[in-house]
């Protein structure tokens, strides 16, 4: 392992594993024991296996995972929690999150967009080396901030007490047991930092609660001019699960308010920085290939008229050309997360849950382990359906099952289907998987369609470790990948 970067993201060290050690792939998952550092993990990469914890059962949470955020959101947000009070917050938070609500808001997030827009055209101006990262990041903030909360942070032009202690707050959490970890964890200044800056943010949120919970009260929100947030409509679900007389009606407020902090918190946290990372690893891949580049532009000139300062108004006049009209952008975004998936998910391994190998029929025992599923490698491996894994190739997202008859020219497309099921899963998949898949998404396409038209984006990110060289870099980090460096580009106006 020497040869590779140590602060390389560990999601990918098992895709390393199997590069240097190639027989261990029919196997379907590796097993890691670093003790002490970290408890035994089963790095999970079949497709099939990989649904057995995750769709046909789906397995508890890790403890490292609930200790990790513990600090954040006492355990209490909807990625650690688990069981009937998971399922109910879901339930509670699934309409905000919904297609239709989230189109509703294209306007709003729009707005952002363009202050993200202004940015780069400062940083052309400029002719600065602008890393990426910041201002994607800012930019992801706002618009998670509109989504949830309906209130507009301005994090982009000013840092925001919410942003920073949120980001104060992060770099304290600690993953795993490593010498740096450890010396965070006995720190004793940390749970006074921590107390701290968990007031800072609750404090920040309090109006924005409130502002939801009066909309409802007033009979507001949804069907009366009011925006439709995450946190109106969830309130309007809570809510209506309590009795209806005055008092109880405070209490219930209340208590709502108090329960829905930590959620909030976690999809600020779980909103931001994976979709901010994409972005820049897109950027930075369409800059590698400016075929795809090319193709990428040609979508939106026919899609969203051939003057790219009209995209703004076609998106606003028609959000839906966000859905289905731009499939090779779709494709673009998702080989992306493909090469680059932020994320991932840990389960707590349990006594009497087996996983079955599918061709052999082994059947490997869990108790004590971690069981992950490692996106990462599932997809760099041809043979878990992704022919030509380490190229940036969007078109295998757009081709045909079948193959195409002779002659024809669509036979190479073919050849990249994605052959395997459930093998794309950086959202994960079943029921836990990401309740704001169609947020992020929606988002990088707007965020692509109102800029990679206008700008021509060089980046030079720091270098690839061997075996990755075609990617041009890599990811870093401890709790969710990102790109190193920062994703330092230079940008210049092309219109
Ligand atoms: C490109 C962007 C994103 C990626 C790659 C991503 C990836 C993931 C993954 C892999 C999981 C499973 C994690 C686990 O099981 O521990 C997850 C869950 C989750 N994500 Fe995302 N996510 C993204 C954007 C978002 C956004 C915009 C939100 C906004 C709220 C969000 C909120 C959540 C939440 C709350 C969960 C837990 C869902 C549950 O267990 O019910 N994510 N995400």
Redesign the pocket.
């Known amino acids: 392992m020497a040869q590779y970067p140590s602060d390389m993201f560990p999601l990918s060290i098992c895709t390393w594993v199997l590069q240097r050690f190639p027989h261990l792939e029919k196997n379907g998952f590796i097993l890691i024991d670093a003790w002490p550092f970290m408890s035994p993990m089963l790095y999970v990469f079949d497709p099939e296996m990989s649904t057995q914890f995750t769709q046909v059962q789906s397995l508890p949470?890790s403890n490292d995972?609930k200790s990790e955020f513990r600090p954040l959101t006492g355990s209490k947000d909807?990625?650690t929690l688990d069981g009937p009070e998971?399922k109910f917050w879901?339930s509670v938070f699934n309409p905000g999150?919904s297609t239709k609500n989230l189109v509703a808001m294209t306007p709003a997030f729009l707005e952002e967009v363009r202050v993200f827009v202004d940015k780069l055209r400062a940083a052309a101006q400029s002719g600065e080396v602008l890393k990426i990262e910041g201002p994607a990041t800012s930019l992801t903030i706002d618009v998670?901030a509109r989504s949830v909360l309906g209130a507009r942070l301005h994090s982009q032009t000013k840092e925001h007490p919410l942003q920073w202690a949120l980001a104060k707050q992060i770099s304290w959490l600690s993953p795993e047991y490593t010498p740096p970890s450890i010396l965070k964890l006995v720190n004793p200044v940390r749970p006074i930092l921590q107390w701290y800056y968990n007031r800072v943010i609750r404090n920040a949120l309090a109006p924005s609660i409130r502002q939801n919970l009066s909309t409802q009260a007033d009979g507001g929100g949804p069907g009366h001019g009011e925006t439709k947030t995450v946190l109106s409509l969830a309130a309007k679900a809570y809510l209506a699960e309590k009795p209806q007389n005055t008092s109880s009606a405070q209490q219930a407020n209340d208590e709502f308010a108090s329960l829905a902090i930590p959620h909030l918190v976690?999809?600020l946290f779980?909103?931001h920085d994976?979709?901010a990372t994409?972005l820049c690893f897109a950027y930075h891949l369409l800059h590698k290939h400016p075929p795809a580049l090319a193709r990428l532009r040609a979508e939106h000139d026919a899609v969203l008229c051939p003057d790219p300062s009209q995209a703004e108004s076609q998106l606003t006049l028609n959000p839906q050309l966000l859905i289905n009209a731009l499939p090779y952008t779709t494709a673009v975004i998702k080989e992306t997360?493909r090469l680059f998936?932020?994320?991932?998910?840990?389960r707590q391994g349990q006594r009497g849950f087996f996983l079955t190998h599918p061709a052999t029929g082994a059947r490997y025992a869990t108790e004590g382990m971690f069981v992950h599923q490692n996106s990462h490698a599932t997809h760099h491996l041809a043979s878990c359906g992704f022919p030509r894994p380490w190229e940036f190739l969007p078109e295998r997202f757009l081709a045909p099952a079948a193959p195409a008859a002779e002659g024809d020219d669509d036979d190479d497309a073919a050849q990249l289907h994605v052959s395997r099921k459930n093998a794309f899963r950086?959202?994960?998949l079943g029921p836990?998987?990401?309740?704001?898949?169609e947020?992020?998404l929606l988002e990088l396409k707007m965020i692509l369609a109102l800029t990679v038209r206008v700008f021509e984006i060089e980046t030079y990110p720091a270098g690839a470790p061997a075996g990755a060289e075609v990617l041009g870099t890599y990811a870093v980090g401890h709790v969710s990948g990102h790109p190193k460096g920062g994703m330092p580009a230079r940008v210049r106006v092309r219109v």
Request: aromatic share 12%; hydrophobic share 60%.
């Open positions: 949470k995972i909807l990625v998971w879901r999150f998670i976690m999809f779980a909103g994976t979709t994409t997360l998936a932020p994320a991932a998910t840990v950086p959202f994960e836990r998987a990401c309740i704001g898949q947020l992020a």
